[in-house]
Every structure is written in C-alpha cells, then in structure tokens.
C-alpha cells in the first residue's frame, strides 16, 4: 500500500531533550515535505527536499533540521525542543510538486515539549 | 508572496442542502489551487486540484470548484451535504513554476442531520 509512515504518532519531552521524527514513503516520491498545524493558524512549512541531498528551508524552519540521505526517508531532528515547538506535525511528499502532483500525507506527530 | 484566506472557520449545513467552503487566494502569475480535507486524527487527503482549462473541476466524494480569475477564488462545493463530510478543509495555493505550495487556516465544515 502506497504510504507516509510518520513515527512516533505521539510524543511528549521536555525542553532542551533532542529529538527526532521520523518519515518515510514508499512511492519512490522525489519530493518530501514537514509541516507543522496550530489552531488558527493552518499548516505551514517546515522544510522540504527536492530529491536526495537537496533541502530547503520553508516558512518556519527556526528551529529544526532536516537530512534526506535516502529519497524514501526525511527525518525532522528538534535539536533542542522548546515550549513553543508543541504542534502537530506532518510529512508529505509527492512525485513531482513540478507537475502538480496530490501530496500524499502522514498520519501526524502530535508533539508536546513541556 | 503568495496567500490564501479562508474567511469562515466553520460552516455547519443540514444533511442533503448544498454547502459551500469558501477560499480565496493571492499570488503573482497563473495560480494552481487545490482543496484537502482532514478527518479526526488523519492527515490530509487531496481532493481536487484546478490548474488550467474548465472552470469548474470535480473531485472525490462529489465535489467540485469553480475558479473564477476576477474574484481570485476558488469556492469548494457540493451539491447534497452527507454527515461523513463532516471535516477540516484546506485550500491551498502555489504559483505558476514555483515549489513552495501555502497552505489557508482551514474551514471545519459540520453536517447535522
């Protein structure tokens, strides 16, 4: 079944305790994607990867890293999680955002730093 | 930069009227708009996306948008509400040539029987 694997689905840390998100699809998408959804204020954009190698920050990258050594997986590293980085988080990817391909998401990372 | 408004955070519709989400949008050239909806605890699934040619596009599960160019929108509709449609909905936005795809503050739409 084609698919977003995010892992955990939830996790609560304390401030400062890195950590790291895991993603990972199987449909050989050159394209991935972290967002991050607060109330009120929809999802916004993390980073995203072209392909193998290439990032980029998005709209909101203070604060977070991102590798993509492999093209299936893009991992989201807090490298010291603060109060405010509480959200919920999603990876996408697609095909080609080139050609307007569908995203396809994960299921979510509830995070909670405390 | 690029935009999309969501004016109304919820819209709530009887099972069988027609209901409406409204989007509108911002950005420099030709626009490529879609429409996501999310189910309690799910991510985001695309529904439908216009990117040139009929106004009006149709999607999953029965919906369908109509772009209108004049008014920069990009209105989210379905003739015959169904309780299951009951969900948060996203309309998003990306220019014409460009990467970065944004994301509106979302519309939860609630269907009461």
């Known amino acids: 079944e084609a698919q977003v694997t995010q892992n955990p689905r939830y996790l609560i840390t304390v401030t400062g305790k890195k950590l790291t998100v895991t993603c990972s699809q199987n449909m050989n998408h050159e394209y991935m994607s972290w967002y991050r959804q607060d109330p009120g204020l929809g999802l916004r954009q993390i980073y995203y990867?072209?392909?193998?190698?290439?990032?980029d920050k998005g709209d909101v990258p203070e604060g977070y890293k991102v590798s993509r050594k492999e093209k299936r997986n893009f991992p989201l590293i807090l490298e010291s999680p603060s109060p405010n980085q509480t959200s919920l988080y999603f990876c996408a990817s697609s095909l080609d955002p080139g050609t307007n391909e569908k995203l396809f998401f994960g299921s979510g990372t509830q995070l909670s730093v405390l | 930069a690029q935009s999309v408004a969501q004016p109304e955070d919820q819209v709530n519709v009887a099972e069988g009227n027609p209901l409406t989400v409204k989007c509108t949008y911002s950005?420099?050239?030709?626009?490529?708009l879609f429409w996501y909806v999310q189910y309690p605890n799910r991510g985001l699934q695309f529904l439908l996306k216009?990117?040139?040619?009929?106004?009006l596009v149709k999607g999953s599960y029965g919906f369908e948008a109509e772009f209108n160019k004049s008014q920069t929108s990009f209105h989210l509709k379905k003739p015959s509400a169904l309780v299951s449609d009951s969900a948060l909905y996203f309309c998003?936005?990306?220019?014409?040539?460009?990467?970065?795809?944004?994301f509106g503050t979302g519309t939860q739409l609630k269907v009461e029987l």
């Open positions: 950005v420099s050239g030709n626009p490529y």
């Open positions: 216009y990117i040139t040619g009929d106004n």
């Open positions: 998003a936005v990306r220019q014409g040539g460009g990467n970065k795809l944004t």
């Open positions: 990867s072209m392909n193998v190698e290439v990032t």
